[in-house]
């Protein structure tokens, strides 16, 4: 009896996935816990298991389709039945109207895979066949026997609605299916859809420009003090697994101990409702192959700078090699965005929603300080704070920007806090 294997959810906040590959074919032997596709989400790609034993049908979806999670996508008989007569306008399977509606339109009701429970052949399945039947018979009415050759040929699609006698297409009403190249030799241009992962970031970037009040802020931040510990890490005891602490680690470090002085910063806004968190729930940006994705650590107030810089490895090669969980890339409060090692003085970071504000980090660049009678060449760090000013004021995000900077200034003090 043919049955359906469902997408299932894949994360708290994934509700659909896009198609990215089938790893079994129909015809091909599966048992419970097979992968059968690999699915993307925007942040992830995940493979999905069969939840049965048997022999794979059909695909009711193709590669590049989004599908929403517990919808079909593809039929496996597991033996408990006849496929073939389980699907015929006799098998129990066929509902009553499903199958009043085949008789009335001539419909085989055999060739058709059911979309109901257990798949069901239900009345919407047999709709769509009678639509699709209709349609290719329209169609055909429709064109001339020449036009009809030259559009079986594939080198040529209608272009107009028809100008012939009663609208039929006649070969006056073609064009070819490719237009006449009009950028440079196919070895001089590489053409690549938007498509996958790329696509849902593309998606997600444009609903956080079109749905925020997106305001930017720039600070500096002393990273004298910052730089010297590094130094001590750097020279420590091999053994004591300190060496390979970053600079974004200790930026990070500095981010999660200054967010609790800062609620309204530490927050999200979905709908009408502003949600501030008392854990800090840091994101950070990783690029990967597959485009930027951003781990979150949990509860990173709470950890030592050690456990911090441990969880961030871990995570980033997670995001790298493609074996981050869903789980892991959602829920944050709060995301940090490094471009400082690439040598960006500054940058515009685009809101991560339901997030209401976004650090960006350029690089460290001497910058002339004023100390008594004399000027200094200071190294300073580059900070960009983007806020969604539907929630915050720019004086909050002011005071944050302000307040981590005094915390980077003495970087050695707020390790004792």
Not at 124 to 132: E, G, I, K, T
Not at 165 to 171: A, C, H, M, S
Not at 219 to 224: I, P
Request: charge should be neutral; hydrophobic fraction near 45%.
């Amino acid at each position: 009896m043919p049955k359906p294997i469902l997408l299932p959810k894949l994360g708290n906040s994934v509700e659909s996935c896009l198609v990215a590959a089938w790893l079994k074919q129909p015809g091909d032997t599966v048992s419970v816990g097979d992968a059968i596709a690999s699915v993307e989400t925007d942040k992830t790609t995940v493979e999905v298991v069969s939840t049965l034993s048997g022999t794979l049908m059909k695909h009711l979806v193709d590669v590049g389709d989004e599908v929403p999670v517990f919808a079909p996508i593809a039929f496996i008989d597991d033996g408990s039945g006849d496929a073939e007569t389980a699907t015929t306008a006799n098998a129990p399977a066929v509902s009553p109207r499903a199958r009043h509606v085949a008789l009335a339109q001539g419909i085989e009701v055999g060739a058709l895979m059911g979309s109901g429970p257990n798949g069901r052949i239900i009345e919407r399945d047999v709709l769509a066949a009678q639509m699709a039947t209709k349609s290719a018979e329209t169609d055909a009415k429709k064109l001339t026997p020449v036009a009809r050759a030259m559009v079986e040929s594939g080198h040529y699609v209608a272009s107009t609605p028809g100008s012939g006698q009663r609208g039929t297409i006649t070969k006056h009403d073609l064009r070819p299916a490719k237009p006449e190249p009009t950028a440079p030799d196919s070895d001089e241009v590489q053409t690549v859809p938007l498509a996958g992962v790329r696509k849902v970031i593309a998606q997600r970037m444009r609903a956080s420009l079109h749905t925020t009040a997106q305001l930017t802020l720039n600070a500096f931040a002393n990273a004298s003090a910052m730089l010297a510990y590094r130094k001590q890490l750097k020279a420590s005891d091999e053994a004591l697994g300190l060496r390979d602490i970053t600079l974004n680690d200790l930026l990070m470090f500095a981010v999660a101990r200054t967010l609790p002085q800062f609620p309204e910063v530490n927050a999200t806004l979905e709908g009408d409702t502003i949600t501030r968190s008392r854990g800090v729930h840091l994101g950070f940006a990783v690029d990967t192959p597959r485009g930027l994705l951003v781990p979150v650590i949990r509860n990173a107030h709470t950890r030592t700078l050690a456990g911090l810089a441990s969880d961030a490895r871990t995570c980033a090669a997670a995001a790298r090699d493609g074996r981050i969980a869903p789980d892991q890339l959602t829920a944050g409060t709060f995301t940090v965005s490094n471009l400082g090692q690439f040598g960006i003085e500054s940058f515009t970071p685009i809101l991560n929603p339901p997030q209401v504000a976004i650090l960006g980090v350029g690089g460290i660049a001497l910058r002339p300080v004023q100390v008594d009678d004399e000027v200094r060449f200071v190294p300073h760090l580059s900070l960009s704070l983007t806020i969604d000013h539907q929630v915050l004021d720019g004086a909050i995000g002011a005071r944050f920007l302000q307040g981590l900077a005094r915390n980077i200034a003495v970087f050695d003090l707020l390790l004792a806090l």
